[in-house]
């Protein structure tokens, strides 16, 4: 049995454009897995929170990226140092990340079972826009309420645009544009 952090599956996933790289993935620090689809029955698909989800890992994968963690993980920080690259420092990297006041009005208090939540967002959700796409991802049998156009969103109680930036402690509502909750696809 093999217990993997997110950041190691994330820097050696086996999708084309990770393989490509001339120099190693970096800034995956506090990337977390957001989906696990099964491909048939010989692999899983992971979607990680930094919106990566073309890799694919066979169970042998898996297994042989768990039987050389210690020495994949040691030749990844050699070719990051080689490069002129390190990893954040744990404190430096938690503390980019964001806790907001997420609020629901209407069908959303329904469909999501609840009228506010405390959330700690990741470091890549920075304005408006990243953090509707991360609501998307974060739990694919509820994208469909957050389709463009289906919400209006304020922060702090101003309403804000795409664009609008997110900070630290900010008071984040998603206010429906419509009575009728969208039907999933």
Known sequence: RFELPCEYLRVFSRAKEVRTLGTPVTGKEQV???AIEPQGQYAVRLTFDDGHDTGIYSWDTLYELGERYQENWQGYL????ASGFSRQPADASTTARKRV???YF??????LRRESEQLQLPATVNDVRDLIAWLRKRDAKLAHLFRDGT???TVNKQFAEPFTRIDDGD????IPTSPIAPVAD
């Not at 209407?106 to 469909?111: G, P, S």
């Open 151 to 153: 919400v209006r969103v």
């Open 106 to 111: 209407t069908y959303l208090v329904k469909q």
């Open 78 to 81: 050699q070719k990051l140092a």
């Open 171 to 174: 008071e984040i509502a998603l």
């Open 32 to 34: 977390n897995i957001t």
């Open 101 to 103: 006041t997420m609020l």
